[in-house]
């Protein structure tokens, strides 16, 4: 039976346990060797990256490995763009638009690195040689899984991303 989903009816309940969240993230095993004081300043965000690319470089230990498992290992996005792809829509407010995004992605990144690389220096492999590396791409894989994979939501005025919700079809 069906029936339309009126205001304030319960579609679905998801256990704040169950989403990655900024909480989650910072009672992540994975997490723990970063400083305290890093790991409570990091733009929520970047606090996810974090933890996309740390859970998925733990693999089937991660308590997450079956959630990254099912994300596609490529999200269509701005953030994979060309400058010559970028060029091409040259006089557009797309192309503005565009080229401010991935400026702003390349200089948080930046950032993100040199923070990290100050307060955790061992465990962060940067080079693309290395297939566990913190790259410029894995960040963007992340940033792309936030944002278009994640429904983003505030509990206790904390950020939070629950897993799966592309599949309630909010797009």
């Not at 205001?7 to 969240?21: H, I, K």
């Not at 996309?52 to 959630?67: I, K, Q, V």
């Not at 407010?93 to 993100?112: I, K, M, S, T």
């Not at 566990?132 to 206790?156: E, G, K, P």
């Amino acid at each position: 039976m069906t029936r339309a989903i009126k205001p304030g009816d319960v579609v679905v309940r998801v256990p704040l346990s169950a989403c990655l969240s900024v909480e989650t993230a910072l009672q992540s095993t994975v997490l723990t060797a970063l400083p305290e004081v890093v790991r409570r300043t990091l733009r929520t965000d970047d606090l996810l990256a974090l933890l996309l690319w740390a859970e998925t470089r733990a693999g089937d230990a991660s308590p997450w490995s079956p959630h990254l498992a099912a994300q596609p290992a490529h999200v269509p996005s701005v953030l994979y763009w060309t400058a010559d792809e970028v060029a091409k829509l040259a006089g557009s407010n797309l192309a503005v638009l565009a080229q401010r995004v991935l400026a702003q992605v390349q200089d948080d990144y930046d950032e993100l690195v040199r923070v990290l690389r100050t307060h955790w220096p061992d465990a962060l492999p940067t080079s693309d040689k290395d297939s566990h590396a913190f790259t410029l791409d894995q960040y963007r894989r992340a940033l792309s899984l936030i944002w278009v994979r994640t429904l983003s939501f505030r509990r206790r005025n904390v950020g939070s991303a629950c897993p799966h919700s592309g599949c309630f079809g909010l797009w």
